[in-house]
């Protein structure tokens, strides 16, 4: 036998010995997907409206099932969220934010968790509240 047909030769053996030892160890790639998470439910605004051109101030947010990590949206954008309790969340709400009037979407998201286990597999996903109106008179 030639150098580069017993060459071949030894790369088609190896080459079928990592298959059958990869396939014996059972290395697949079988993943979880993540699943549903916790949905957070919004049951009150407080204050539930401002008058437009007035200051800055703190909205509180009352409601259920609010994550440590949830984060209260302003119109579709994350703001920067204070945890109280499963129950409550606090955001500053800027002066900019009520310059003008109009009504404006809140919602809180609960974000998903990272799956586990060396596939990483698993984790729930994210999760938004229905959306409650604050206006801006």
Do not use: H, R
């Not at 129950?87 to 609960?110: D, E, K, M, W, Y």
Request: include cysteine; charged fraction near 5%; proline fraction near 7%.
């Amino acid at each position: 036998m030639k150098t580069s047909q017993t060459l071949q030769a030894v790369k088609a053996t190896l080459l079928a010995t990592l298959t059958a030892l990869t396939l014996a160890c059972g290395y697949s790639a079988k993943t979880t997907p993540p699943s549903a998470g916790t949905v957070p439910t919004i049951a009150a605004l407080s204050p539930s409206s401002a008058t437009a051109g007035s200051p800055a101030f703190i909205l509180t947010v009352n409601g259920t099932n609010f994550g440590t990590k949830a984060a209260v949206n302003w119109n579709g954008t994350a703001q920067t969220t204070t945890y109280v309790s499963g129950n409550q969340l606090t955001v500053a709400v800027p002066a900019a934010a009520i310059a003008t009037s109009g009504t404006v979407t809140v919602t809180v998201t609960n974000p998903g968790t990272p799956g586990t286990g060396m596939y990483g597999t698993g984790g729930t996903l994210a999760e938004t509240s229905s959306p409650m109106d604050f206006t801006v008179n």
